[in-house]
């Protein structure tokens, strides 16, 4: 009888991987710390509506991924990604400080600006030097290693902001003085450990970029489905303002997202091993299917166990579309051109959060909460469709 063949063992992960993984860990561990108090703190401390904290997430969230079009665009013309991630994290731990240092709404969208340009630096350098540097069978795997360390710290965060309100008293600027101390070791962190391989650096495209019309089909066909998505993505901050409508202390709404970001967690890592052997379009399918589930069941959740469900439903269905959404970029752009289609992806992402926040708290506002989740049911049912319907090897791997 002729002896089975001993399994290959699974390729190690570059170092650059965890290396960026844990630099977002600690990143997102402060950063978290901040949204899941800031509803608080602008509702309830600043007294500011809803369609007011709409508007702040959505031009927060939006600035940062318009600046993901400008250094993804730099990164790939220099052939540098490192000193780009630098910026970009730099900024993230100097704009922190300026949150406790806040009296009106105007200072905290400023904070928000400046920390949401540095994660928009960073991103698409970021995430191309992943894609330089990992061999196309693991790059769902990287991508999703990474995006599970960062929601690491995210699931980290709440708690721990949790625990410091209990520990100040119920004291917001205290807390947020303390999550400095992350976002600065975030910081030396990536100036000290990470390494850019000049191996692994792009080749120079020897087209001009002209827009959009300059990039891979495939990769215009996955902006546009990302834009559609992204109009039913509105800020996670809702999620917490359902929560506290449905009796949740403010004390304990950050552990909101300690639910949202346990199922992202769970999920985010083995998504990204499934992607390496399966059509990462019929992840993406689902991930938009969960989400659509999630929004039908928190229009009509009213009890707080409900609400817990809808978030647990949520954070599963990011893990089944931010890092496979990553993948198939990396999968469809040119080498030359890796980073500009993350940037312009971002971008486009950027309008729809923008459009997607603001459009969520005026309809909170008018319309109340189920007009504001079944709304976005709609929207991400259409994305769906709008990928169902695309040619089946229009935006496949490579």
């Not at 600035?63 to 665009?73: D, F, I, Y």
């Not at 340009?117 to 795997?141: F, H, N, S, V, Y």
């Not at 290693?145 to 410091?164: E, M, N, Y």
Request: proline share 5%; charged share 15%; net charge positive.
């Amino acid at each position: 009888m002729m002896a089975s063949r001993p399994a290959l063992p699974c390729p190690a992960l570059p170092r650059t991987v965890w290396v960026l993984g844990i630099v977002s860990l600690l990143m997102d561990l402060s950063s978290e710390i901040y949204h899941a108090l800031l509803p608080a703190f602008l509702t309830v401390t600043l007294g500011l509506p809803v369609a007011a904290m709409g508007a702040l997430d959505g031009i927060a969230e939006a600035t940062a991924n318009m600046a993901k079009l400008v250094s993804g665009r730099l990164s790939d013309r220099q052939q540098k990604r490192k000193k780009w991630v630098l910026i970009g994290y730099g900024l993230g731990a100097l704009s922190k400080p300026l949150f406790p240092l806040a009296t009106t709404a105007l200072p905290v969208l400023g904070a928000r600006f400046i920390d949401r340009i540095g994660k928009g630096i960073r991103g698409a350098p970021r995430d191309a030097m992943i894609a330089d540097e990992t061999p196309p069978e693991l790059r769902g795997r990287a991508f999703g290693l990474r995006q599970s360390l960062d929601t690491v710290g995210a699931f980290l965060a709440p708690l721990a902001a949790v625990g410091l309100m209990l520990w100040f008293a119920g004291d917001i600027r205290s807390v947020f003085w303390v999550a400095v101390i992350p976002a600065a070791l975030s910081f030396a962190f990536a100036a000290t450990m990470l390494r850019e391989s000049r191996d692994s650096a792009p080749v120079k495209a020897k087209m001009k970029f002209a827009g959009f019309r300059s990039l891979d089909p495939r990769v215009k066909r996955l902006i546009g489905v990302g834009f559609l998505f992204g109009l039913a993505r509105f800020s996670e901050s809702f999620l917490i303002l359902k929560a506290m409508d449905a009796g949740l202390a403010t004390q304990w709404s950050p552990l909101v997202l300690t639910l949202f970001n346990l199922s992202y967690l769970v999920l985010a890592y083995p998504a990204g091993i499934l992607s390496d052997r399966i059509d990462p379009k019929t992840l993406l399918l689902g991930g938009i299917a969960l989400l659509v589930a999630a929004d039908l069941w928190l229009a009509e959740a009213a009890a707080l166990w409900a609400v817990a469900i809808g978030v647990l439903l949520w954070g599963a269905h990011m893990a089944l579309t931010q890092g496979i959404f990553s993948r198939m970029i990396a999968d469809a752009a040119p080498e030359g051109q890796r980073a500009t289609s993350f940037g312009a992806f971002f971008f486009m992402n950027g309008i729809a959060a923008l459009l997607a926040s603001f459009g969520a708290g005026l309809l909170w506002d008018r319309g109340g909460q189920s007009a504001t989740f079944l709304s976005a049911a709609g929207v991400a049912a259409l994305a769906g469709m709008m990928l169902l319907l695309s040619p089946k090897r229009s935006i496949a791997a490579r």
